[in-house]
């Protein structure tokens, strides 16, 4: 019975991941609005290592169209710049000697539409991930000493669990594809 209720634990683990992934993936999908979020993914060469921009910088919105980067010493704006232009992030910094200003230009219909398979394609991921945690946990499952009916059971409670995450990942598809169309 312990074994039966770890294989259940961490297929539920394992779907957890798969959407917090898509999570972290849909926030990277900007919908035209600045976002400081929008630069988490930028690493800064600081002293020789590579460091995440916001342990070098405040990232800030002084508006729905503009970021702010106010490095916290001022010989890392080339850095800085150079790291955000080799992110490959489709912006195109700015400096004023005291900081870096990034102008988001506002997405055309197209843009629109392709950040919207974009979405489409990390939800798609996503419940790949779910349906190969549910595919492990009923190998798993097999594997167990149960009787026939506590295997059907058991794989029934997989199959409600796979539902469920998929239904959510549905959910929030929906939601950003209507943060992205929303002009």
């Known amino acids: 019975m312990e074994e039966l209720n ?3 634990e961490t297929t539920e683990e394992a779907m957890d991941k798969a959407l917090e992934h898509l999570d972290k993936s849909f926030i990277n999908i900007r919908a035209g609005k600045a976002n400081p979020v929008m630069l988490s993914s930028v690493k800064v060469d600081y002293y020789g290592s590579q460091t995440p921009l916001s342990q070098v910088a405040n990232v800030n919105t002084p508006d729905a169209q503009t970021l702010s980067v106010q490095p916290w010493e001022k010989t890392l704006i080339p850095e800085i710049e150079k ?3 080799v992110a490959n992030l489709g912006f195109n910094p700015m400096n004023n000697g005291e900081s870096i200003i990034i102008s988001i230009p506002p997405l055309t219909e197209d843009r629109r539409r392709e950040l919207v398979k974009q979405a ?3 939800a798609e991921h996503a419940k790949v991930g779910i349906r190969n945690a549910r595919k492990d946990a009923n190998t798993e499952l097999k594997k167990l000493d149960l009787s026939e009916d506590e295997l059907k059971n058991a794989e029934v ?6 539902d469920k995450y998929i239904a959510t990942i549905d959910e929030k598809y929906v939601v950003k594809e209507k943060e992205i169309m929303t002009v």
């Open 83 to 85: 790291a955000i232009m």
């Open 120 to 122: 489409k394609a990390e």
């Open 157 to 162: 409670d997989v199959q409600d669990k796979t």
């Open 6 to 8: 770890f294989v259940l």
